[in-house]
């Protein structure tokens, strides 16, 4: 097995301290950080979903294998983001109300801080009211919404609805999370949609230039 393999399987089978271990090693040995974040961590991901999807594994497994994910994410924040020097934009992100998803919306902050963008992380399971505030206090150029159960893609509408509706400076609402599509994006009135924590950084850009 290879050590992204390894790594992949460690992360399945929520082996926190392997995990760890593996992602060190690999970076020892020179493997790119965004490498393995494509290769191994958010494929064990979606290995970890399909499982659940089919029986196979249930939520506490989910959570272990969460947390190995968690694990080898904060080792590779730091090599994530390349610390910029004063950052150019700011923005807020937070996981919609109802949501305690947050792996991927980590991502995304990581990244966005790695192009130079001041983040504020609201967390999980944040009423649209929190993100209003956020918004009048810290005047961002961005605002990143995040859901991935299909049951919290209402609140997330109801979210930039409520954020139009507020009275804040105008600002740029991008939306992401496995069950959203552009589509969506453009029903709810967001400006932008992204995939993946990449997309989100050059997306994020366009709606700042
Ligand atoms: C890990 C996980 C959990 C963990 C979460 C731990 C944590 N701290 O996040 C735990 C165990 C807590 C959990 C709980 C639940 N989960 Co869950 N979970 C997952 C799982 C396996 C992985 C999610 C993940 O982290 N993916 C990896 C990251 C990197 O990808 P991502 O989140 O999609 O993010 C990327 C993009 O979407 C995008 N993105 C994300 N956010 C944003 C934001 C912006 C602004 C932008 C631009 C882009 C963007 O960029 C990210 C990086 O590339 C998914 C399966 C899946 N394939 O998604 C199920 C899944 C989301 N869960 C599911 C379910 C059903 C649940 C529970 C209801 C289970 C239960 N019965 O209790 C609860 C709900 C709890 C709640 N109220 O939120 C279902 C949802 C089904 C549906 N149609 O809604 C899924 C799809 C599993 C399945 N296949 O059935 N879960």
């Known amino acids: 097995m290879t050590l992204l393999e390894q790594l992949f399987q460690a992360i399945v089978s929520g082996k926190s301290k392997d995990a760890k271990a593996l992602a060190q ?21 979606a290995d970890v979903g399909e499982k659940f999807k089919t029986g196979v594994i249930f939520v506490p497994e989910m959570l272990v294998a969460a947390r190995a994910m968690k694990e080898a994410m904060a080792l590779l924040a730091p090599h994530l983001a390349a610390a910029g020097i004063s950052p150019k934009y700011t923005a807020v992100i937070g996981t919609v109300q109802g949501d305690l998803h947050d792996i991927g919306k980590n991502l995304v902050a990581i990244m966005w801080k790695g192009a130079n963008f001041r983040v504020l992380d609201l967390g999980t399971n944040v009423p649209a009211e929190k993100f209003i505030a956020a918004i009048k206090e810290h005047q961002p150029h961005v605002v990143g919404l995040s859901a991935l159960l299909t049951t919290t893609m209402p609140a997330m509408a109801a979210t930039v609805q409520a954020i139009r509706a507020s009275g804040t400076p105008p600002v740029k609402v991008l939306i992401g999370g496995a069950p959203i599509n552009s589509q969506f994006a453009r029903e709810i009135g967001a400006d932008g949609y992204a995939p993946d924590a990449a997309t989100a950084v050059d997306i994020a850009l366009q709606l700042v230039a």
């Open 25 to 45: 090693q690999a970076l020892t040995e020179g493997v790119r950080p965004t490498e393995l974040v494509d290769r191994a961590l958010v494929p064990a991901m």
